[in-house]
T-cell receptor, first 116, second 110 residues
Framework: GAVVSQHPSRVICKSGTSVKIECRSLDFQATTMFWYRQFPKQSLMLMATSNEGSKATYEQGVEKDKFLINHASLTLSTLTVTSAHPEDSSFYIC????????????FGPGTRLTVT | AQRVTQPEKLLSVFKGAPVELKCNYSYSGSPELFWYVQYSRQRLQLLLRHISRESIKGFTADLNKGETSFHLKKPFAQEEDSAMYYCALSGGTSYGKLTFGQGTILTVHP
């Protein structure tokens, strides 16, 4: 099946610094990837839709200047949390659509971000 | 606007008992509906989708457009079914983004 990887799996950074999270589709090309945020034992909140070669589409309430998304190739999307603060600490998950004819998404394992 | 509601945050049953996880949705068109499962310390994975009309791990879900529901059912729960279950909807807009319900934590006791 389709495999989505994320790197790093865990990251700790100091307040005020930026951190980049990578999302890769390993055995398929993904024209569309999605970035979610998940709080403990809560649902996934869609942050943005990332499309290869174009600007990301952000959900209402998500700061595009704080959460920079780049989808440079058909197998890689990156999320950069700029000037991170402790409230940005969370579990970030990416997903990718495999089949343009289906809305099924495959999910990465997630990245635990801790801002100290 | 599309919305998914899972009314039960927690659901506990004993092994061998039937289980039903409720999901109701709000969408004006014809949605595509999914159930995703997240086992402890694992990634979210697709359990089933309504257009496939298949049974995975003994689970089934029927789309009821009249009641706007997509409840997940299994006649005999197993301990390994303990996990977080998410109902999700795609309305076919915005590159197929998914709207997730709040999730239901299912615990199957021995």
């Amino acid at each position: 099946g389709a495999v989505v990887s994320q790197h790093p799996s865990r990251v700790i950074c100091k307040s005020g610094t930026s951190v980049k999270i990578e999302c890769r589709s390993l055995d398929f090309q993904a024209t569309t990837m999605f970035w979610y945020r998940q709080f403990p034992k809560q649902s996934l909140m869609l942050m943005a839709t990332s499309n290869e070669g174009s600007k990301a589409t952000y959900e209402q309430g998500v700061e595009k200047d704080k959460f920079l998304i780049n989808h440079a190739s058909l197998t890689l999307s990156t999320l950069t949390v700029t000037s991170a603060h402790p409230e940005d600490s969370s579990f970030y998950i990416c997903s990718a659509r495999v089949d343009p004819a289906s809305y099924e998404q495959y999910f990465g394992p997630g990245t635990r971000l801790t801002v100290t | 606007a599309q919305r998914v509601t899972q009314p039960e945050k927690l659901l506990s049953v004993f092994k061998g008992a039937p289980v039903e996880l409720k999901c109701n949705y709000s969408y004006s068109g014809s949605p595509e509906l999914f159930w995703y499962v997240q086992y402890s310390r694992q990634r979210l994975q697709l359990l089933l989708r309504h257009i496939s009309r298949e049974s995975i791990k003994g689970f089934t879900a029927d789309l009821n457009k009249g009641e706007t529901s997509f409840h997940l059912k299994k006649p005999f729960a197993q301990e390994e079914d303990s996990a977080m279950y998410y109902c999700a909807l795609s309305g076919g807009t915005s590159y197929g983004k998914l709207t997730f319900g709040q999730g239901t934590i299912l615990t199957v006791h021995p």
